[in-house]
């Protein structure tokens, strides 16, 4: 089946620092990628969708200068969130739909951000 | 806006028990409708999905009919495992919305011997 990774599975940083997470479709292309955040006990909220070769397109009350998303090859997508801090303290799932899925999603592992 | 409402969790059931897990939803039109499922350490997999009114997806034992009078694609399975203990998300797709998800909060299930 389509396997999407994630890397780090879990980071742990110091405010203001910046901290890039790897979304990668292991066994297919994905045209879309999407990524979301999961509050503890909460929806995962959809975050930005990016496309391969083209710029993001983030969710109402998204910063797009706070996460910076890089999808530059049919494999990988990138979030990266900027001057972090404890708010963004959160859990990152990104999901990737490949060309012949049907429009299926297939989601990573999630990232276990802590920003201290 | 378009919502997803799940019964709240823990669901804790003893081995071979029924499995219900409500999900209504909140759409203009006519939505997809998913049932995904989380395993431990684990992203999540699809783990079935109606298209219109009145379809019944099914996968694994576990079946949910796509209400639309009612709003509703609530879970059940007639007998739980074990290996069944996970998060279960409710979630829809908007027509017209280009494969964007609205999750319900997530309901997890704890299933003993």
């Known amino acids: 089946g389509a396997v999407v990774s994630q890397h780090p599975s879990r980071v742990i940083c110091k405010s203001g620092t910046s901290v890039k997470i790897e979304c990668r479709s292991l066994?297919?292309?994905?045209?879309?990628m999407f990524w979301y955040r999961q509050f503890p006990k909460q929806s995962l909220m959809l975050m930005a969708t990016?496309?391969?070769?083209?710029?993001?397109?983030?969710e109402q009350g998204v910063e797009k200068d706070k996460f910076l998303i890089n999808h530059a090859s049919l494999t990988l997508s990138t979030l990266t969130v900027t001057s972090a801090h404890p708010e963004d303290s959160s859990f990152y799932i990104c999901?990737?739909?490949?060309?012949?899925?049907?429009?299926?999603?297939?989601f990573g592992p999630g990232t276990r951000l802590t920003v201290l | 806006g378009n919502s997803v409402t799940q019964m709240e969790g823990p669901v804790t059931l003893s081995e071979e028990a029924f499995l219900t897990i409500n999900c209504t939803y909140t759409?203009?039109?006519?939505?997809?409708l998913f049932w995904y499922v989380q395993y431990p350490g684990e992203g999540l997999q699809l783990l079935l999905k109606?298209?219109?009114?009145?379809d019944k997806g099914s996968n694994k034992g576990f079946e949910a009919t796509y209400r639309k009078e009612t709003t509703s694609f609530h879970l059940e399975k007639g007998s739980v495992q074990v290996s069944d203990s996970a998060v279960y998300f409710c979630?829809?797709?908007?027509?017209?919305?280009?494969?964007?998800?609205?999750f319900g909060a997530g309901t997890r299930l704890a299933v003993h011997p």
């Open positions: 999901s990737a739909v490949g060309q012949t899925s049907y429009n299926e999603q297939f």
């Open positions: 066994d297919f292309q994905a045209t879309t």
């Open positions: 990016s496309n391969e070769g083209s710029k993001a397109t983030y």
């Open positions: 759409a203009t039109g006519y939505p997809s």
């Open positions: 109606a298209t219109k009114a009145d």
């Open positions: 979630a829809l797709t908007e027509p017209g919305g280009y494969n964007k998800l609205i």
